[in-house]
């Protein structure tokens, strides 16, 4: 029974720090889009750049 107060405040600390956290995405339907838009466009740039290096490599190889 010692521990009794020492639970009560590990419990009420975790209940504030989850109540702090950000629960869900407060970004709208079109806002969500957009941004996984760019991060599209930037993921084939940056997969058209690696092969484009990997196309001069195999080239300068040979």
Request: charged residues 40%; aromatic residues 0%.
């Given at each position: 029974?010692?521990?009794g107060n020492?639970?009560?405040k590990a419990r009420e600390k975790n209940?504030?720090?989850q109540s702090a956290?950000?629960?869900k995405?407060?970004?709208s339907g079109t806002e969500m889009q957009r941004?996984?838009?760019a991060v599209?466009?930037?993921m084939r740039k940056k997969q058209a750049a690696a092969d484009?290096?990997?196309a001069a490599a195999a080239a300068g190889g040979k």
């Amino acid at each position: 029974m010692a521990r009794g107060n020492q639970r009560e405040k590990a419990r009420e600390k975790n209940l504030k720090a989850q109540s702090a956290q950000k629960s869900k995405n407060a970004k709208s339907g079109t806002e969500m889009q957009r941004d996984k838009e760019a991060v599209a466009e930037m993921m084939r740039k940056k997969q058209a750049a690696a092969d484009a290096k990997r196309a001069a490599a195999a080239a300068g190889g040979k």
